[in-house]
């Protein structure tokens, strides 16, 4: 794991301090879409000179590179995701547990996309998960 968070730290101009690959390794092992707050409240025990700031930073540092997703579907904060392939999200309104859910084909109109500089695709469900249904 060491080897690997440090590699990609690196390929995306990151230096690879103690809290970043922390921060990384915890995106890369859990796929829940963690915001700020929770990526702090599960580290900080692990390291105790930890900041909400630093891990700000530390998670726009990432999305400014490449490292990590956005997802913008809670008007309240921003949820970080560690894989940046194209997939969509389903969030559960009861437990508000954001779930990957993948597709083949959009079946976009190409022609309403004419003109338009593509930079972010973020395609999102909402409803209930079958936990809590
Ligand atoms: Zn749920
Ligand atoms: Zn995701």
Do not use: W
């Amino acid at each position: 794991m060491n080897t690997f968070v440090t590699k990609s730290l690196t390929e995306h101009n990151i230096k690879p301090t103690f809290p970043r690959m922390k921060i990384y390794e915890y995106l890369m092992e859990h796929k829940n879409h963690p915001s700020v707050d929770s990526v702090y409240q599960e580290l900080v025990e692990e390291i105790p000179t930890l900041s909400r700031t630093t891990v700000y930073n530390t998670l726009h540092l990432f999305l400014e590179r490449g490292l990590v997703q956005p997802i913008l579907i809670n008007e309240n904060e921003v949820r970080y995701d560690g894989d940046t392939t194209v997939h969509g999200h389903f969030m559960c309104r009861e437990c508000g547990v954001i779930h990957d859910i993948f597709f083949q084909d959009l079946n976009l109109d190409d022609a309403s996309l004419d003109g338009f500089q593509v930079e972010q695709k973020q395609v999102y469900y909402n409803g209930v998960c079958p936990q809590c249904k």
